[in-house]
């Protein structure tokens, strides 16, 4: 209806090219928070998500939605964001001394002073450290490095591992800094993973692998899809509920 008034008039409808007008912030406790805005012609209201890590919103909304609307929305949906964002795990910068966790136990970072060298994990005086030679400054990079490594060794392991269970192959396995999921698996089979999944524990690194491993065989999140992962990971709603609860502290960790 919306669109026929638009055309008696002349007027044409914001073009997919034109979403970026969509583009709003939100100003909370005075931070300037992105909105990132989408149409989707079969929505039939606005939503809002606070993307993991708190970083920024995402809307979704129903074409026939005007600007003055949408912005009415964010203001009225502003107290439940900042109550959301306040309560998150507050950000942790992998600097000297920080704790972050790895394998889901926390480690604390220590800096090595001695250029040369590779990071390494060992236990000091009874707590375990990821240890970071080079300059100070490098480090939250150089543990970026280490973690994305060891993300790939144990990704790949697991996935092969269940792959071969299922009798699949993935045609490679990416390693993503994507904020909106721990994993993914596309038509042309490449497995994409988060590596912030190395810091969780090993059993719910496996889970993930097991859930993306098991959309080789069903491309949905149909019954028959969550028995194969139930089939080679049996604890699956375990380690869902695990990355429910401890997502946020994954997200809050900030690198290089
Ligand atoms: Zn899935």
Redesign the pocket.
Known sequence: MALKLFKNFGIKKPSKNAMNSWQRHLEIDGERIPVKVTENPRSTRLTLRLVPGGKSLKVTMPPHVDGKQLDDFLERNKNWVAAKRARLPKAVQAGEGATIPFLGVDHRIIHLDRLRGIVEIKEVAGEQCILVPGEPEHIPRKVETFMKKQARLQLNDAVSRYSKVLGVSAKSIRITDTTSRWGS?STTRTLSFSWRIIMAPPEVLDYLAA??VA?LREMN?SDRFWNHVRDICPDMELQKSWLRTNGARLHAVELG
Request: glycine content about 0%.
């Open positions: 698996c859930h993306e959309h999140h």
